[in-house]
């Protein structure tokens, strides 16, 4: 079965992210760049199947909708990130590959 990623890349410093869906997530990060002034690093992906990859990044960006900025990109703050992570666990029978050690290593990084 394909594995296809869901990520939350970062702008800069900033409090601008993108939530997306991608096969290569630094090819995506690559394309994204070309066109941004800031460096974006991704600071959490999740792997998932190409069956639950589009539900995943819709329920993502309809919980944010309200920080929503221009197309796929949100403004929001880290209470905000990890509150979206934890939602996305409540089915962990979208992920493939979940470690919660390694969430945790995450939440950890992002506050």
Not at 20 to 29: L, N, P
């Amino acid at each position: 079965m394909e594995s296809e990623y869901i990520y939350i890349i970062q702008m800069g410093n900033t409090n601008y992210y993108k939530i997306g869906k991608a096969k290569d997530i630094s090819q995506r990060i690559k394309s994204l760049q070309t066109g941004n002034p800031l460096p974006l690093t991704c600071i959490a992906n999740f792997k998932t199947t190409k069956k639950y990859v589009r539900e995943l990044e819709q329920i993502f960006h309809t919980e944010l909708e309200y920080c929503k900025c221009c197309g796929e990109w949100f403004s929001f703050n880290y209470g905000e990130i990890q509150d979206l992570i934890m939602l996305s666990l409540e089915n962990t029978s979208y992920w493939t590959d979940f470690d919660f050690i390694t969430l945790k290593t995450r939440l950890t990084y992002i506050t």
